[in-house]
């Protein structure tokens, strides 16, 4: 009877004793989104690049790490936080060479905007100033930042709005004798030189004409910068239109400009560009010092501060 009163009073604990840790466990993610809300909030009273018109139109993806969040939250301290600002505006322009304009000329306005996607991933970060449980991240808030890394991605459709084509489609090719590779399983989603991009531009006599071509990316005076190589014909989907070889430069150039003026995180300056599948990505590292959520795009500010003023430190 003893023993049957034991048991019973056993398993009765160990219930409440889950209850307990499943009830511990849901407060501690409740007060985890929270946090993340917070930052995404804070995150969006950043100005845009002229000082002073909103800079994000949607909500950012905060995920910050750290468990339990709790004590995080109450040091003010987290492993990392990890922002994708999506559908940021692109307002730059492309230059083409020798001040060649394409014939289907697109500026990236209000009929057809230029959007890109904007990520930042902090380390070690420690909140400067106030902060508390229920408002971890004041707008206002600067962060401590042990290490960063900034990037931003255009698809396709940007890209070819700064191009002016239309029907623009960028690949990452697989190496030559490879036909179908390419894909995650062989490491190639990235690179630098030989994308891929198709599309329909001016050809000889006026005409449209649809061509594949190889790219190579790189980044000058901190601008992406697309060059165009040759035409493509390995076994990648793409268009064998040829043109003539008097006209072969003339279509290159419609895929060949720098692109300026792309939105990155906390003022980068771009250092490197590649691929990403489908995507262009351009990266950076930001500027070493303190970070704050008003900062994440604006750009103009940060260069102020880290500047001197506007001059050489």
Not at 33 to 51: N, P, V
Not at 245 to 265: C, G, H, I, K, N
Not at 280 to 285: N, S
Request: proline fraction near 7%; aromatic fraction near 6%.
């Amino acid at each position: 009877m003893r023993g049957t009163v034991m048991r019973k009073a056993l398993v009765c604990l160990a219930v409440a004793l889950v209850v307990l840790a499943v009830g511990a466990l849901a407060v501690d993610t409740g007060f985890a989104i929270a946090t993340e809300r917070s930052f995404a909030r804070a995150l969006m009273q950043s100005r845009g690049f002229d000082g002073e018109s909103p800079a994000l139109l949607y909500e950012p993806e905060v995920t910050i790490s750290g468990f339990p969040a709790i004590p995080h939250i109450l040091d003010g301290h987290y492993p990392a936080i990890g922002i994708t600002a999506r559908g940021v505006a692109a307002t730059g322009t492309a230059t083409f060479p020798h001040n060649r304009q394409p014939h289907q000329r697109r500026e990236c306005g209000s009929g057809a905007p230029c959007r890109v996607d904007v990520r930042s991933r902090l380390s070690d970060v420690e909140v400067a100033g106030s902060h508390s449980l229920t408002q971890p991240f004041p707008p206002s808030s600067s962060l401590a930042v042990r290490s960063a890394t900034a990037s931003t991605t255009l698809d396709s459709v940007t890209v070819g709005r700064f191009l002016g084509i239309d029907d623009l489609t960028v690949n990452t090719p697989a190496p030559r004798g490879r036909a179908g590779g390419g894909g995650p399983q062989d490491g190639l989603l990235s690179r630098t030189s030989g994308v891929l991009m198709t599309g329909t531009v001016r050809g000889p006599d006026d005409r449209d004409v649809k061509v594949s071509v190889t790219v190579d990316l790189s980044i000058r005076s901190g601008e992406l910068h697309l060059e165009a190589t040759g035409f493509y014909d390995g076994p990648e989907e793409h268009s064998a239109t040829r043109v003539a070889p008097e006209y072969e430069r003339s279509v290159l150039d419609q895929f060949t400009a720098t692109l300026s003026s792309l939105p990155m995180a906390w003022g980068t300056e771009a250092t490197s560009a590649r691929s990403s599948g489908s995507d262009l990505m351009i990266e950076g590292t930001p500027h070493p010092q303190i970070y704050s959520p008003l900062l994440f795009l604006d750009a103009e500010s940060v260069h102020w501060m880290f500047t001197c003023g506007g001059k050489p430190c």
